[in-house]
């Protein structure tokens, strides 16, 4: 069967975001001043062929961990659509 796995990748909390930051100053040239605070990160969609969705999952960590995030610079959360 096959599973849409999306992974949500996005920088840590504590750390600065600068392309954040350039759209945040993009949006105060823009007159846009009620926005608090921009991050920006990454939104893949893994088309998994698995025999269920626990497997679907694990692949797809895999993959996040080994590639698609960088441990020290971001987070990553999954979720089977």
Same mark, same amino acid.
């Given at each position: !069967?096959? *599973? ?5 990748? !996005? ?5 600065? $975001? ?5 759209? !945040? ?19 893949? $969609? /893994? ?9 679907? /999952?694990?692949?797809? $960590? ?10 020290? !610079?971001? *987070? *990553?959360? /999954?979720?089977?659509?």
């Amino acid at each position: !069967m096959t *599973y849409t796995v999306q992974v949500k990748v !996005m920088p840590l909390k504590d750390l600065l $975001d600068p392309q954040g930051k350039a759209v !945040m100053g993009g949006l105060q040239n823009l007159g846009i001043n009620n926005v608090g605070d921009v991050r920006i990160g990454k939104h893949i $969609d /893994l088309q998994i062929e698995a025999g269920s969705k626990e497997a679907a /999952l694990t692949a797809a $960590d895999e993959a996040a961990k080994k590639l698609l995030a960088n441990p020290v !610079m971001e *987070y *990553y959360e /999954l979720a089977v659509l």
